[in-house]
């Protein structure tokens, strides 16, 4: 069962492109989360989401940036005209179906804006 | 606003020496997690404490959780090269799944 598998693992971008983020998550889990960390510092939730539905994206900042879980295929964080203040680990995390089960981490997009 | 502050936030100690570190977190959580990261990595889970009371241990590292102090410790026995690290602890928010870190602490054992 292979673990949450992100990509690309370094993603690097000129001010004002777009970044995709991608994440599939274990086998079998249907919640995913993204977290962001900062240079030196813990990791910031972003969004949690389920199948086809945004639970909670009270971290996510409001301009720019989205987050989708289609039906099919992984979980997209996009990042729309990247600034270099984005540049950041981005981390992806997934858990099973049901509530109050440790989350497990993927390996990290860490993203630069150039 | 939930907060979780770590200290300290960095640590030099020397191998075999034993060291505390400690996790204090402002409100009621249901489980409190242990994580270990390498520079360039991602989390490596160590812990997670469900109850108040709670102790585990594994290998050199040991956790525990009082959940009436809000404070949880990652204590390190004889440490050695191979603990260097930086070391988070999270708590959850009730009744949601997500996760609420602490800032870190930065492990460096020296010969």
């Known amino acids: 069962n292979a673990g949450v598998m992100q990509n690309p693992r370094h993603l690097v971008r000129r001010r004002g492109q777009e970044a995709r983020l991608r994440c599939s998550p274990m086998?079998?889990?249907?919640?995913v989360y993204w977290y962001r960390q900062l240079p030196e510092e813990g990791l910031k939730f972003m969004v949690y989401l389920q199948k086809e539905n945004i639970i909670d994206e009270s971290g996510m900042p409001k301009e720019r940036f989205s987050a989708e879980f289609p039906k099919e295929g992984p979980s997209i964080l996009r990042i729309q005209q990247v600034v270099r203040g984005d540049s950041a680990a981005y981390f992806c995390?997934?858990?099973?179906?049901?509530?109050?089960?440790?989350?497990?981490f993927g390996q990290g997009t860490r993203l630069t804006v150039v | 606003e939930l907060k979780v502050e770590q200290n300290p936030l960095f640590l030099s100690m020397q191998e075999g020496k034993n060291y505390t570190i400690y996790c204090n977190y402002s409100?009621?959580?249901?489980?409190l997690y242990w994580y270990r990261q390498d520079p360039g990595k991602s989390l490596e889970s160590l812990f997670v404490l469900l109850s108040n009371g709670a102790v585990k241990q594994e290998g050199r590292l040991m956790a525990s959780l009082d959940t009436k102090a809000r404070l949880s410790t990652l204590h390190i026995t004889a440490a050695v090269h191979d603990l260097s690290a930086t070391y988070f602890c999270?708590?959850?928010?009730?009744?949601?799944?997500?996760?609420?870190f602490g800032t870190g602490t930065r492990l460096q054992v020296f010969p």
């Open positions: 999270a708590v959850d928010i009730p009744n949601t799944d997500k996760l609420i």
């Open positions: 086998k079998g889990h249907s919640h």
């Open positions: 409100t009621t959580s249901d489980r």
């Open positions: 995390a997934s858990s099973p179906d049901f509530q109050g089960t440790e989350a497990f």
